[in-house]
């Protein structure tokens, strides 16, 4: 725990503020304030005054102090990864998500794994373009969570709350991201997952409320 102290001006009272840091992101801050000539006690005094203040420049400021905690991380099922390339009759619903998505900045996620299932799904070595080119999208548009022994260990512990391997794994790979949601079309995940899941239809109006 770091404390900052910050005197009040004509008063011998002193106000203690408690931040909690963990090392790494202590060092990081540390290190990039050092390069500005700052310490963090000016840093932290800088931004009070800013506060007080209440003017443009806070608004400004503010944006980038709210960016990470504002962003919501989805971990995206395979089955709706799989509906978005291909023209089945949930495209509609997995396409809307991504839309909106895109227009609240929601940072979208899915399990490695997934990648293989797709290929397959949508013809494999029987039609690698149209293979190619789903699994080229999806890496366009998200981020792959990779996967371990601890995941595998994990997703095995879970085979009772998903219908299959490929739904415990994204359980495993929701938990390792710290993901704020998990979208999926598969109502036994979405009954059962360990963190909050939302249909993509259910997820959009999420978005909008935020947006």
């Known amino acids: 725990m770091l404390y900052y102290k910050a005197d009040e001006v004509n008063t011998t009272a002193t106000a203690q503020i408690n931040v909690r840091l963990d ?27 800013q506060a007080a203040r209440r003017g443009e420049a806070m608004q400004t400021i503010a944006p980038l102090l709210m960016g990470d905690a504002m962003t919501l991380k989805l971990l ?4 709706v990864w799989l509906a978005l390339v291909s023209d089945g009759p949930s495209h509609s619903d997995a396409a809307a998500l991504f839309a909106q ?3 609240t900045g929601a940072q979208l996620l899915y399990p490695a794994t997934a990648l293989s299932d797709i290929y397959h799904a949508l013809g494999g070595e ?4 149209a293979a190619w080119a789903g699994v080229d999208r999806v890496r366009q548009l998200g981020e792959a969570v990779g996967v371990d022994e601890a995941d595998l260990m994990l997703a095995c512990r879970y085979r ?6 490929a ?11 710290k993901a704020d949601y998990l979208v999926t079309f598969d109502d036994d995940l979405l009954r059962r997952s360990t963190v909050a899941a939302l249909s993509p239809k259910d997820m959009c109006v999420v978005l909008q409320a935020r947006s």
């Open 167 to 177: 739904g415990n794994m994204a359980l495993a790979a929701a938990e390792r991201a």
């Open 76 to 79: 995206v099922c395979t089955d």
């Open 126 to 129: 029987a039609a690698q373009e």
């Open 23 to 49: 090392k790494e992101l202590k060092e990081a801050g540390d290190s990039a304030l050092a390069e500005l000539g700052l310490t963090p006690s000016v840093a932290v005094r800088a931004l009070w005054e």
């Open 160 to 165: 009772g709350l998903a219908g299959d391997l």
């Open 101 to 103: 998505a895109a227009n």
